[in-house]
């Protein structure tokens, strides 16, 4: 297991509360840090792109890039987490499809890019992507006679601008975190790794641990989205099989309808 990890998440609060209560409830908490980026990952290329401007990011040094652009980022807290030494790097962002302060082909460049290079916590970083927003973590159902759990559908393009809106409608991001238990965690993952293997595979075939080249699963991404839908999966949710293959072997066998207590919402679609 990794000793010593850091993430570069986007937003912070949600993210770090995600990770901190998960690795706790798991077991998998040893010495790992997260350092609020503060924008998205078009953003934080533009960062990397300063320090490498062919895009050529094969021998980058992500946390040097940023230092050396210290006085631009967006958030400048706990910047001298950018100064340490770590075993493992993983980068947290979101799609952000909606993002305007780039053309959706130069969104889907960087994506490319980004998924190109970083396949490798211990080497340049391993990147997370949640789609369309970490909001995806609990954007789930529950069968009231089943007790079986669910992602809800994909979206439409055209939704995603209030898709953040959207969960909370529903009433899931009013849920407490820290009121998930260890099942909620596992089966969280088991879904969405689920959602993951059928964009990419169409089975269930995909090992994490300890690394995973993100670009089948971009490239289906790239292609839903041309069809106008943008597929319901967090990887956020899946950090545990990065880093613990026990704890990836259980996630694989937890089945959806153990009757977990995970928190009921009025407000369902």
Do not use: W
């Not at 396949?119 to 909001?135: C, H, R, V, W």
């Amino acid at each position: 297991m990794p000793s010593n990890v850091l993430f570069i998440v986007e937003g912070g609060e949600r993210e770090g509360k995600y990770l901190d209560e998960c690795f706790k409830k798991l077991g998998l908490l040893g010495t790992f840090n997260v350092f609020r980026y503060g924008c998205n990952l078009y953003s934080f290329f533009n960062c990397l792109h300063k320090a490498q401007p062919d895009d050529d990011f094969s021998d980058i040094d992500v946390l040097g890039a940023l230092r050396e652009n210290a006085r631009e980022l967006p958030c400048k807290k706990d910047i001298e987490l950018l100064s340490r030494a770590y075993t493992d790097l993983f980068l947290v962002f979101d799609v952000d499809n909606h993002d305007t302060n780039q053309t959706p082909k130069r969104r889907h460049e960087i994506l490319q890019i980004m998924g190109k290079y970083f396949t490798s916590a211990t080497d340049m970083g391993q990147l997370i992507l949640d789609s369309p927003m970490i909001e995806a973590y609990c954007d789930v159902k529950v069968d009231k006679t089943t007790n079986e759990v669910k992602l809800n559908r994909d979206i439409a393009v055209s939704e995603s601008v209030a898709y953040k809106q959207l969960v909370n409608d529903r009433g899931l991001l009013k849920i407490d975190i820290s009121n998930f238990g260890r099942d909620t965690f596992l089966i969280l993952a088991k879904l969405h790794y689920q959602r993951l293997s059928s964009l990419v595979l169409g089975s269930n075939g995909i090992s994490l641990y300890p690394n995973y080249d993100l670009t089948p699963f971009i490239e289906a991404l790239l292609e839903q989205i041309k069809n106008e839908t943008i597929p319901i999966v967090s990887l956020i949710t899946l950090l545990p099989m990065f880093l613990s293959s026990e704890i990836e072997k259980e996630i694989l066998s937890i089945p959806l309808n153990t009757g977990m207590h995970f928190p009921q919402n009025k407000h369902r679609h």
